[in-house]
């Protein structure tokens, strides 16, 4: 079971910590084992108008595999220092060290992002670059993942940020489930946050409800919009109007972004060729999977299987410890 420790302290901005809490200590429904959660900081922790018991202190950090640290409030106060050395001291132990919107501060007084790539929210970018020069500050991203440092941009992007975590750890089928559950909004184009894929909407009283199993079912043929119109019994331009309204994208937009989550689920699970992934994703050819693959998630297939393959297997070593 992966340990994963919420670092709190007064200051931090409630939001972010309940969205970690939400995401990393609820089970989804068939999916065990979990996260082992805990909240480790001084007791109490006021984070806004809400009071937090903790489980341990900060202390307790380095035991954990991954460490979120939320957001902090005030950025032009400094982050306290006891809460910067516990940072620094788990990363040294090999923890893996994830900042939500302005917790990036927390990382870059540790020191865990000189030289490195990082994000926050876009109205506090210019802030850290002019703090923290050794830093490359990317304001134009969701999310920058390197490795055993990774940070978010605000609020919803935090949730990006999060279920790539999932995604990581547990596979993109496990991630998709856990946004289903949390009913997120459909994913946003931009920079890592790639690599979290749009969840189909959840079941509902919509006239699309009844089309997309269906054409989950059919991702290896060549769907067309006059094929989906003609499945939901509804003019093509009735059914691009209904698309933005439940999706927040077109209806060709969507489909090729449940072609190019199936086949990430493939190259995660399976040793297939990129000719039968092509097929079984309804994009004909290994060269237009990579073309359409590279587009979408900005890297080529390949080299996704070979990172979240080999960092999945490396997660099953581990639970079988």
Same mark, same amino acid.
């Given at each position: 079971m992966t340990t994963v420790a919420l670092?709190?302290?007064?200051?931090?901005?409630?939001?972010?910590?309940?969205?970690?809490?939400?995401?990393?200590?609820?089970?989804?429904a068939g999916v065990e084992p979990w996260y082992d959660l805990a909240v480790c900081g001084p007791a109490p922790v006021?984070?806004?108008?809400?009071?937090?018991?903790?489980?341990?202190? @900060?202390?307790?950090?380095?035991?954990?595999?991954?460490?979120?640290? #939320?957001? +902090?409030?005030?950025?032009?106060? *400094? #982050? #306290?220092?006891?809460?910067?050395?516990?940072?620094?001291?788990?990363?040294e132990a090999g923890a893996r060290v994830v900042s939500l919107c302005t917790g990036v501060f927390v990382l870059a007084a540790a020191g865990?992002?000189?030289?490195?790539?990082?994000?926050?929210?876009?109205?506090h970018t210019e802030v850290l670059a002019s703090r923290y020069p050794e830093v490359t500050v990317d304001p134009d991203v969701l999310y920058v993942?390197?490795?055993?440092? /990774?940070?978010?941009?605000?609020?919803?992007?935090?949730? *990006?940020?999060? /279920?790539?975590?999932?995604? @990581?750890?547990?596979?993109?089928?496990?991630?998709?489930?856990?946004?289903?559950?949390?009913?997120?909004?459909?994913?946003? *184009?931009?920079?890592?946050?790639?690599f979290v894929t749009t969840p189909v909407p959840e079941p509902g009283n919509h006239p699309l409800a009844g089309l997309f199993p269906w054409v989950m079912e059919r991702l290896d043929q060549p769907?067309?919009?006059?094929?989906?119109?003609?499945?939901?019994?509804?003019?093509? %331009?009735? @059914?691009?109007?209904?698309?933005?309204?439940?999706?927040?994208?077109? #209806? @060709?937009? +969507? /489909?090729?972004?449940?072609?190019? %989550?199936?086949?990430?689920?493939? /190259?995660?699970?399976?040793?297939?060729?990129?000719?039968?992934?092509?097929?079984?994703t309804g994009m004909g050819t290994a060269t237009t999977l990579r073309r359409n693959f590279n587009r979408a998630v900005g890297v080529a297939p390949d080299a996704y299987r070979r990172t979240f393959r080999s960092r999945a297997a490396d997660q099953r070593l581990q639970n079988s410890r």
């Open positions: 670092a709190v302290t007064d200051g931090m901005l409630h939001f972010e910590l309940s969205l970690a809490y939400e995401v990393f200590g609820f089970a989804p006021r984070a806004g108008r809400f009071l937090l018991e903790p489980d341990h202190g @900060l202390g307790h950090l380095p035991r954990a595999h991954t460490v979120i640290v #939320p957001g +902090w409030a005030d950025v032009d106060v *400094d #982050p #306290p220092a006891d809460l910067v050395d516990a940072v620094r001291a788990a990363h865990l992002l000189d030289g490195r790539r990082a994000t926050t929210h876009w109205a993942d390197n490795g055993s440092v /990774l940070t978010s941009a605000g609020k919803a992007a935090a949730m *990006d940020l999060c /279920l790539h975590l999932v995604r @990581l750890d547990r596979g993109s089928s496990v991630a998709n489930v856990v946004a289903r559950r949390l009913v997120v909004p459909p994913h946003r *184009d931009g920079g890592q946050a790639q769907l067309t919009v006059e094929d989906l119109a003609r499945r939901a019994r509804m003019s093509s %331009r009735t @059914l691009g109007r209904h698309f933005r309204s439940v999706t927040g994208t077109t #209806p @060709l937009q +969507w /489909l090729l972004t449940q072609r190019i %989550r199936r086949a990430q689920e493939l /190259l995660e699970t399976t040793g297939e060729s990129m000719d039968a992934i092509a097929a079984a």
